[in-house]
């Protein structure tokens, strides 16, 4: 029983047609759901992905009307994106120039070159260099040229104060691999963990960082990190295992595209392990997906009163 990798990561704005332009124009995501959160229907919940909606591409966000984040320890504290080549983080350098993005100059980071960049809210992010390796599903109708565009998710860094609870987690319990460690000048200590195949798509980054106030959630911020697990089966061998391990979870929860199971590691980062499918075409075609609200058949009868309540994205 092996996680896959990064199955996606949702973050949280405080605005949806803001981010909406950033993520679709000019990172050139593919919108691949417009949904609600499940959980609360006055909340947009959007998809960003590649071409397919590959499963370790999606970048998701709650519209919550939150404050900005007050940055600290015992959160997610990176997200990073994949692109293919030298070449290719020069030339997002500057589209990111010419779109007054922030932004910090491209250099290396645990042996990859990585542009690390910001969105309007302060969501910190990075473009990596991933060699280009595996597939790649371009959107033809994205303004990015196809050899540029997003690739994928991963690595995902995130800071804790402490890192033994949540090594012993993250090898004991989760079956991640400890593969390396780096430290960037005047920067902490990061320790790579590695899922599946390994790879970039596939890494969970903890930096150990002592002596900072703890995180607070807010716009910019991160919510959660999912990882991948192929098949129901194995979805279920994960719930059968955190329940004999005594750790605290949702249980099994539908979300109709994929099956999910939350938890906190011991540092108080949500996690979730979440199944590749069904998919985001359960409900929609391929070709059409985003174009519409989409609500799973729980929500359906609803969709009048739902619809009423969200403010259009354009």
Not at 88 to 97: C, N
Not at 117 to 129: F, K, M
Not at 184 to 210: D, F, I, N, S
């Amino acid at each position: 029983m092996q996680l896959q990798g990064i199955h996606h990561l949702t973050a949280i704005t405080a605005d949806a047609s803001g981010n909406h332009a950033f993520y679709t124009h000019v990172l050139g995501m593919r919108l691949v759901k417009k949904t609600v959160n499940q959980d609360d229907v006055s909340a947009y919940h959007l998809f960003y992905a590649d071409g397919n909606a590959t499963p370790g591409s999606d970048l998701t966000f709650f519209d919550w009307p939150a404050a900005r984040e007050r940055r600290g320890t015992q959160a997610i504290i990176c997200t990073a994106l994949r692109v293919a080549g030298e070449e290719s983080l020069k030339w997002w350098s500057e589209r990111l120039k010419d779109h007054r993005v922030t932004q910090q100059p491209i250099r290396e980071r645990d042996g990859r070159l990585t542009l690390e960049l910001e969105d309007a809210e302060g969501q910190r992010l990075a473009l990596i260099d991933d060699g280009g390796a595996g597939p790649a599903h371009p959107w033809e109708r994205s303004p990015i040229p196809a050899e540029h565009q997003i690739r994928g998710l991963g690595p995902i860094t995130m800071s804790v104060p402490d890192l033994e609870p949540t090594d012993a987690l993250l090898t004991r319990v989760m079956a991640m691999r400890q593969a390396r460690d780096y430290r960037l000048a005047g920067g902490a200590t990061t320790h790579v963990y590695e899922m599946g195949e390994g790879g970039p798509a596939a890494e969970l980054h903890v930096a150990v960082e002592q002596g900072l106030p703890q995180a607070r959630q807010g716009a910019g911020s991160v919510h959660h990190v999912a990882f991948r697990t192929p098949n129901d089966q194995e979805y279920q061998a994960w719930i059968d295992r955190l329940s004999e391990m005594r750790i605290p979870s949702s249980g099994p929860v539908d979300r109709y595209y994929f099956r999910s199971l939350y938890f906190r590691e011991p540092n108080g980062v949500l996690f979730e392990i979440a199944t590749d499918g069904p998919g985001f075409t359960a409900d929609e075609p391929l070709e059409a997906l985003g174009e519409r609200l989409a609500l799973p058949p729980f929500l359906e009868g609803r969709r009048a009163a739902i619809e009423a309540g969200l403010k259009p994205l354009n």
